[in-house]
């Protein structure tokens, strides 16, 4: 069972269309981290959450620590956020991170 | 303000081979962490550092896995001798603690043939 779950995938978007990207996780975490990696490149942190939202340009992520789930919302999409965004939590107990295997998404012009 | 450098960026040996990879973190950052990503997968967590003592190392392959941070600034990661399956990216990232922003590297790709 993974600690932090991703949903969906993979995600086809035309371009211009609004996007979700849900986390969920099962362990106490101190931070959840939204991560971007394009194909051959290093990972972006996007953001870092505690709780609430944040938004930044295109892109509003939000958090529910009572319910361990967090979004990642992508307005106006755009072929260059084509990317895999990747959930990641820090633990407060053990002191480690743990990563969603990512959702791969293709914006269509 | 200088992000987590790593080098190389590409790497490729034969199996049986070593290698080692560096990275440097971002200044004043006393957290720095080695992550493995296989292709279609989430990074692993191979080891956590803290200043220059290690935190976690439990999905650290020992037998042919080692990394160090001495003077608990730079890191590397060496692999000895390589398998097939260690090709991956090899990440590393470094915050100023545990629960703050985590900054990545660029990875290194390793090919073992």
């Known amino acids: 069972k993974n600690e932090v779950e991703q949903s969906p995938q993979n995600l086809t978007a035309q371009e211009g269309e609004f996007i979700t990207i849900n986390c969920s996780y099962s362990?106490?975490?101190?931070?959840l981290h939204w991560l971007q990696q394009h194909p051959g490149g290093g990972i972006v942190s996007l953001f870092m959450?505690?709780?609430g939202k944040k938004k930044h340009g295109r892109l509003i992520a939000t958090i529910n620590i009572q319910e361990k789930h967090s979004s990642l919302h992508i307005t106006a999409s755009h072929p260059r956020d084509s990317a895999v965004y990747i959930c990641?939590?820090?633990?407060?107990?053990?002191?480690?991170?743990?990563f969603g295997t990512g959702t791969s998404l293709t914006v269509i012009p | 303000e200088a992000g987590v450098a790593q080098s190389p960026r590409y790497k490729i040996i034969e199996k049986r081979q070593s290698v080692a990879f560096w990275c440097n973190p971002i200044?004043?950052?006393?957290?720095l962490y080695w992550y493995q990503q296989i292709l279609g997968q989430g990074p692993k967590l191979l080891i956590q550092?803290?200043?220059?003592?290690?935190?976690?190392d439990s999905q650290l392959p020992k037998d042919r896995f080692s990394a160090e941070r001495l003077k608990g600034v730079d890191s590397t990661l060496k692999i000895q001798p390589a398998k097939l399956e260690d090709s991956a990216v090899y990440l590393c990232?470094?915050?100023?603690?545990?629960?703050?922003?985590?900054?990545f590297g660029q990875g290194t790709r390793l090919t073992v043939v």
């Open positions: 990232a470094s915050s100023l603690a545990g629960d703050t922003e985590a900054f």
């Open positions: 362990v106490g975490i101190s931070a």
């Open positions: 959450l505690s709780s």
């Open positions: 990641a939590v820090y633990a407060n107990t053990g002191n480690q991170f743990y």
């Open positions: 200044s004043g950052h006393a957290t």
């Open positions: 550092f803290q200043n220059n003592g290690v935190v976690d």
